[in-house]
């Protein structure tokens, strides 16, 4: 069988005018624009309703597909957008319509007792226009407590599918299991716990790993998985200190068809019930992977991880992650490989990291690499997709000792990090497409312990910047106080926060700046903090199974 991006390489050659495309998201719009290379393109959109154009991204170019991609974001959902593309002399003009997220019910399946002792197994779904809805009977909750005795609590075959207010608690594998191929199935406002085998090593014996709370099996796709709490699998991964993790996961796609958000959930453990990674799943080294194209994974409060907290591989085409908090793991974000991009990763904030029970030292903020992989006998690199990093922020001391790992690392752009780590900051030259970072803030390991005075104290998970910070100025100084001169050496002084008003201006990514510039980081001054987990979904409203 022919790649599908083989074939639309060859569609390319055959059309004389291939079209523009878009495919969106709640909050996204992906761009797909068949042309020869004719230098950088430029984007402009604007909602139908408006009569002011605004500046988009530039989109990367791909000339294994002859192809500009690239995505809009920080959209309404349910709204008309009109979109222009302009490369050289070429141009096109599209209308995209993000998806609703209000959800029309057709059908209502009200789950009774009797359907919480075994698994439960959804065969009737709904359409387009009228999903069908699993919930709880009015003023009642459901919960199913499979105590061990069975592989999962719910399997789901049908396509248009709401599994809403539940409780899920005891599978022996997989809690929620999606079938291959099923397409737009919710799972919101649920609590999983207790699932799974028991993890560990592989030097253990044990060659199993990533029983899920949700597993969505080959091909499946247009998955929405928000408001959720994940926590406490039965098990727990290993750390590093007996090799590779292998244990549970929080979500996990398999070669998913793409068209997937996750948003609003909490996931969360301990330690010594940690995650292998927190969303995950593969092929990792593909063109398909997880959650392979045209999704977002936002909002999200993710920790316990021995792994990777978010592991976004295969070919990240139009995938956008922003606006997570992410903390207790070892890797933040991996993205090897990513073999078609692009992949946008913004306005994250990166919290501690730790390689074992007993090493805090830290791991990698963002996992790189790649590796060839042959299609229909040709050997095709999985390395060369584009990544854009903006506006992300690490905490220290206690995060990350990386910000990339030694992996190879092609196409990558940076701009406006708080990148302060105790280690490497950006991977040396290589052979290949070059990266280009610049217009971070970094520093080496004092500089991470230091970076807490950037910030304003706060009770809640925000991380606005200070005015000033503090900074050691290096040397004997001299003071007089009172008529009495002194020195000190090396003193810690104020000094203008770097961060405030420094940042570059990224069209669509930094808009609502306030002040004389944007700010560099993931937090703006003057603009509402950044929400993570179900709590702080909008409109958030306590869930049968913590009511009745």
């Not at 029309?104 to 698994?119: R, V, W």
């Not at 099923?182 to 699932?195: H, L, M």
């Not at 549970?248 to 070669?255: E, F, G, H, R, W």
């Not at 990674?277 to 936002?298: E, Q, T």
Request: net charge negative; glycine share 10%.
């Amino acid at each position: 069988m022919t790649p599908w991006f083989l074939s639309l390489a060859a569609f390319f050659q055959a059309a004389a005018t291939p079209p523009a495309t878009a495919v969106a998201t709640f909050e996204s719009i992906g761009i797909y624009y068949p042309s020869p290379d004719l230098g950088p393109a430029t984007v402009q959109f604007r909602a139908s309703s408006s009569q002011q154009w605004r500046e988009g991204y530039p989109p990367a170019y791909d000339p294994r597909l002859h192809e500009y991609r690239g995505s809009l974001v920080l959209l309404q959902p349910d709204t008309e957008y009109q979109i222009r593309i302009q490369a050289g002399e070429r141009s096109a003009e599209l209308t995209a319509r993000t998806r609703t997220d209000a959800f029309p019910i057709g059908a209502t399946t009200h789950l009774t007792e009797s359907d919480a002792g075994q698994t439960l197994v959804i065969r009737e779904g709904g359409s387009e226009s009228a999903w069908r809805l699993y919930t709880p009977e009015p003023g009642k909750k459901w919960s199913s407590d499979l105590f061990n005795l069975a592989d999962n609590n719910i399997v789901v075959e049908a396509d248009y599918v709401i599994l809403r207010g539940l409780e899920l608690k005891g599978a022996a594998q997989h809690a929620i299991l999606i079938k291959p191929g099923v397409q737009n199935v919710v799972v919101e406002d649920c609590r999983i716990a207790g699932w799974g085998r028991i993890g560990g090593a592989r030097v253990w014996g044990i060659f199993y790993g990533s029983d899920s709370a949700v597993y969505a099996q080959k091909g499946a796709g247009h998955l929405v998985i928000q408001r959720n709490l994940i926590e406490h699998p039965r098990g727990g991964s290993n750390d590093w200190e007996s090799g590779h993790p292998e244990g549970p996961q929080a979500i996990s796609l398999l070669d998913s068809s793409g068209g997937n958000v996750i948003r609003f959930n909490t996931i969360r453990s301990t330690e010594d019930h940690g995650y292998n990674d927190g969303i995950g799943g593969g092929s990792n080294f593909s063109f398909a992977g997880s959650p392979n194209r045209d999704s977002d994974i936002y909002s999200n409060h993710i920790s316990h991880c021995w792994d990777d907290a978010i592991e976004s591989e295969g070919a990240n085409m139009n995938v956008r992650i922003w606006s997570n908090y992410i903390h207790h793991t070892f890797t933040h974000v991996a993205t090897a490989s990513t073999s078609m991009g692009p992949l946008y990763i913004f306005r994250n904030i990166f919290g501690s990291s730790r390689v074992t029970h007993l090493d805090p030292s830290g791991g990698t903020i963002i996992k790189t690499g790649g590796r060839d992989v042959e299609l229909n006998g040709e050997k095709l690199s999985t390395l060369l997709g584009a990544r854009f990093i903006f506006h992300n922020t690490t905490l220290q001391p206690g995060g990350a000792l990386d910000v990339f790992s030694g992996h190879p690392t092609h196409n990558a752009v940076t701009r406006n990090n708080i990148f302060y780590a105790r280690g490497r900051t950006y991977p040396q030259p290589q052979p290949g497409p070059p990266n280009d970072f610049k217009h971070d803030l970094t520093g080496g390991y004092l500089g991470g312990g230091f970076v807490q005075s950037m910030f304003l104290p706060a009770q809640n998970l925000e991380w606005f910047l200070a005015p000033t910070m503090n900074k050691i100025k290096w040397g004997r100084i001299e003071y007089t106080r009172s008529g009495k001169t002194f020195a000190i050496t090396d003193p810690l002084q104020p000094i203008p926060n770097p961060a405030l008003d420094r940042a570059v201006r990224l069209p669509n990514f930094n808009d609502d700046f306030t002040g004389a510039a944007p700010d560099i980081g993931a937090y703006e001054t003057g603009r509402p903090p950044l929400r993570f987990g179900r709590e702080m979904a909008p409109g958030f409203r306590r869930a049968p199974w913590e009511l009745y």
